[in-house]
């Protein structure tokens, strides 16, 4: 049963610049969170898709967009890239319909922005 | 809303003492409580939950949480440490609608050998 799998595992990009992670939640899930978790923190919500929609957000601007697809799989986009966004991208998956639905996350990617 | 708060960023304790991680959390709602373990390098993996029931909760490696309303509280402890149980542990609070998370700025338990 594979878990939660995201890509890239690490990447480069220039200020200004824009990105895309991908992720795939872990089998019989059908939504994903992503958290932003900067050096020294903890996971910062941005937002939360099921059924391909973006159901919730947290304190993200604009830049911050993402997208489901029908596999149930997720991608973060991020635009105009600024220093400080480098951070651990974490995506997470859980089972709608249930309140206390444990959350499973991946390794990450690891965004540098330079 | 809700927040979390750990005391203490950084926790030292030698191998085979307790292992006390404090966590309080504040909510508008009844909460769902969690903690996470993040070892170097890696995404979080889930330690243990509180969810309804019994308030003392059991989790994997010989970890344990008790849920004290009155309190606001939710702390993390082992009997005994294990060189392996240095890592970094994050609390979390998630409320019934949307299971949006929101974690503490986690505390990095050091083990002395």
């Known amino acids: 049963d594979a878990g939660v799998t995201q890509s890239p595992t690490h990447l480069i990009k220039t200020r200004g610049q824009q990105v895309t992670l991908r992720c795939s939640p872990k089998s019989g899930h059908d939504t994903v969170s992503w958290y932003q978790q900067a050096l020294g923190q903890g996971p910062q919500f941005i937002f939360q898709y099921y059924e391909e929609e973006e159901r919730q957000r947290g304190n993200f601007p604009d830049r911050f967009s993402g997208h489901q697809f029908p596999n149930y799989s997720s991608e973060l986009n991020v635009n105009a890239l600024l220093l400080g966004d480098s951070a651990l991208y974490l995506c997470?998956?859980?089972?709608?319909?249930?309140?206390?639905?444990?959350?499973?996350f991946g390794e990450g990617s690891w965004l540098t922005v330079v | 809303a809700q927040s979390v708060t750990q005391l203490g960023s950084h926790v030292s304790v030698s191998e085979g003492a307790l292992v006390l991680l404090r966590c309080n959390y504040s909510s508008s709602v009844p909460p769902y409580l969690f903690w996470y373990v993040q070892y170097p390098n890696q995404g979080l993996q889930l330690l243990l939950k509180?969810?309804?029931?019994?308030?003392l909760v059991k989790g994997i490696n010989g970890f344990e949480a008790e849920f004290k309303k009155s309190e606001t509280s939710f702390h993390l402890t082992k009997p005994s440490a294990h060189m392996s149980d240095a890592a970094e542990y994050f609390c979390a609070v998630s409320v019934n609608t949307g299971n949006q998370f929101y974690f503490g700025t986690g505390t990095s338990l050091t083990v002395i050998p």
């Open positions: 997470a998956s859980s089972l709608a319909g249930t309140a206390g639905n444990t959350i499973y």
């Open positions: 509180y969810t309804t029931g019994a308030t």
